[in-house]
C-alpha cells in the first residue's frame, strides 16, 4: 500500500516527537525507505522532504550539507523518523475515528492568516518564501497539525479535574497565593563612587545630607530623584518604588515600613549608599488570595497537566504497539535514542 507526498513541515510544525527506533534494518520493497505496519513509505517521499529542507537552506543563504556526509545521512534518517511517526499517527487516528476535513484546513489557515499575520495573505505569502515553503507543503503542515489536535482532543475528552483536586493543590501551594505586606514609597539614592568605581560612603553621606535639607526646606522630591538618585529605574518615575516586606535591604526595609505616611527620613545607610525615604500611602496588608477566586485557574492548569500525562502515556504505548511492524531499508533506521517521549499539547 503506497502513500502520498508530505512535507518535512508536517513533523517539525505539528507532531514534535522524539524519533525512536521501533523496528529493524532489513528487506523492504524497492523504492521503499521503510514500511509502517504493511503501509509503505516511498523514497520519492524522502526526495522530496529533502529537496524541501535544502530550499529553506537556500531561503536563508546557508549551506546544505553535501550528498554523502554524516551530516547529510543524519537528515534523512530523522526525515524518514518523522515520516515513520506521522504513519503511526495517521493509523491510530482511523482507530480513534478521527478525521480531518478540508473544512477542518480552511478553517485552521483562515485563523493562522488572521492571528499572526493581521488577514494579510501576502504576509503570510512572504513568510512562505522566507522559509523555502511551498504552498502544498504548508497545507500539508496545516493538515497535520488539526489532525494532531483532534487527537490530542479524543485521547483526553475524559480527562478531568475536580474541586476536591484544586483544592488540595491549593493547600500544597499556598504559598504562591500569599502576597507580602507592601507599601508604596519613593526614593532618592545617593552613591557617590571612588576611584574604583565603589561607593565612597563619606561622600555619599554628605551627598544625602544636602538632599535632605533641600527637602527640609520644601524642595520637590520628585525633582530631586530626577536629577540625584542613583536608582536611575524609579529616578525616572520620580523615585517612586512598591517595597514590599521583606524583599529590600534590612535598613531600607524598616525605614519603608516604619515611618510614616508623608513622613521624610534621614538619610538610612546600606549597601548601595545613602537613601531618602518617603512613603506616599499606608502599607497594604499581606493577604491570601482565597481560594474561590483562584479556583478555576488552578482547575485550569491541573486539567492541562493531566491531560499532557495522558498524552505522554498514549503516545508512549503507540510506540510500544509498533515495535517489530516497523522495518527500514538499509542506512535509513534512525539512530537508538533514550527512551524519551515529547508530546504535543494544544
Known amino acids: 500500500?503506497?502513500?502520498?507526498?508530505?512535507?518535512?513541515?508536517?513533523?517539525?510544525?505539528?507532531?514534535?516527537?522524539?524519533?525512536?527506533?521501533?523496528?529493524?534494518?532489513?528487506?523492504v520493497p524497492s523504492g521503499t525507505v521503510a514500511v509502517v505496519d504493511g503501509t509503505e513509505i516511498a523514497s520519492s517521499e524522502l526526495d522530496a522532504l529533502v529537496a524541501q529542507a535544502k530550499a529553506g537552506y537556500a531561503a536563508r543563504k546557508q549551506d546544505f550539507p553535501k550528498v554523502g556526509t554524516p551530516e547529510y545521512q543524519g537528515i534523512q534518517q530523522q526525515y524518514v523518523a518523522f515520516l515513520v511517526q506521522k504513519?503511526?499517527?495517521e493509523q491510530a487516528a482511523e482507530e480513534l475515528g478521527v478525521e480531518v476535513t478540508d473544512a477542518d484546513v480552511a478553517k485552521t489557515r483562515e485563523q493562522l492568516v488572521q492571528d499572526r499575520f493581521a488577514g494579510d495573505e501576502k504576509k503570510l505569502s512572504d513568510a512562505l518564501e522566507e522559509q523555502g515553503l511551498t504552498e502544498e507543503a504548508f497545507e500539508e503542515t496545516l493538515r497535520v497539525s488539526v489532525l494532531s489536535d483532534k487527537i490530542f482532543k479524543a485521547v483526553?475528552?475524559?480527562?478531568?479535574?475536580?474541586?476536591?483536586?484544586?483544592?488540595?493543590?491549593?493547600?500544597?501551594n499556598k504559598?504562591?497565593?500569599?502576597t507580602t505586606e507592601s507599601?508604596?514609597?519613593?526614593?532618592?539614592?545617593?552613591?557617590?563612587?571612588?576611584?574604583?568605581?565603589?561607593?565612597?560612603?563619606?561622600?555619599?553621606?554628605?551627598?544625602?545630607?544636602?538632599?535632605?535639607?533641600?527637602?527640609?526646606?520644601g524642595a520637590d522630591f520628585a525633582a530631586l530623584?530626577?536629577?540625584n538618585s542613583a536608582d536611575e529605574a524609579s529616578a525616572a518615575d520620580g523615585g517612586k518604588y512598591l517595597a514590599n516586606?521583606?524583599?529590600?535591604?534590612?535598613?531600607?526595609?524598616?525605614?519603608?515600613f516604619d515611618l510614616e505616611t508623608n513622613e521624610i527620613s534621614r538619610p538610612v545607610k546600606t549597601e548601595f549608599g545613602y537613601h531618602l525615604i518617603q512613603p506616599l500611602a499606608d502599607a497594604t496588608p499581606a493577604k491570601v488570595t482565597p481560594f474561590e477566586e483562584v479556583k478555576e485557574s488552578i482547575k485550569a492548569d491541573l486539567l492541562q497537566q493531566k491531560r499532557s500525562e495522558v498524552l505522554t502515556k498514549w503516545v508512549e504505548d503507540l510506540q510500544k504497539d509498533y515495535e517489530g511492524k516497523v522495518s527500514y531499508a538499509t542506512g535509513f533506521a534512525p539512530p537508538e535514542?533514550?527512551?524519551?517521549?515529547?508530546t504535543v499539547t494544544e
Do not use: W
Open 1 to 27: 500500500m503506497k502513500r502520498s507526498l508530505v512535507s518535512l513541515a508536517v513533523f517539525a510544525a505539528a507532531l514534535g516527537l522524539v524519533a525512536t527506533g521501533c523496528g529493524g534494518s532489513g528487506d
Open 87 to 89: 504513519e503511526q499517527f
Open 156 to 172: 483526553t475528552k475524559d480527562v478531568k479535574v475536580t474541586d476536591a483536586e484544586a483544592l488540595q493543590s491549593y493547600t500544597e
Open 175 to 178: 504559598t504562591t497565593y500569599e
Open 183 to 217: 507599601r508604596q514609597v519613593r526614593h532618592i539614592l545617593l552613591a557617590e563612587k571612588d576611584s574604583n568605581g565603589q561607593v565612597d560612603f563619606a561622600k555619599s553621606k554628605a551627598e544625602a545630607d544636602r538632599v535632605y535639607a533641600e527637602l527640609q526646606d
Open 225 to 227: 530623584a530626577k536629577q
Open 245 to 256: 516586606r521583606g524583599q529590600s535591604v534590612a535598613a531600607f526595609d524598616k525605614a519603608a
Open 337 to 342: 535514542l533514550p527512551d524519551t517521549t515529547q
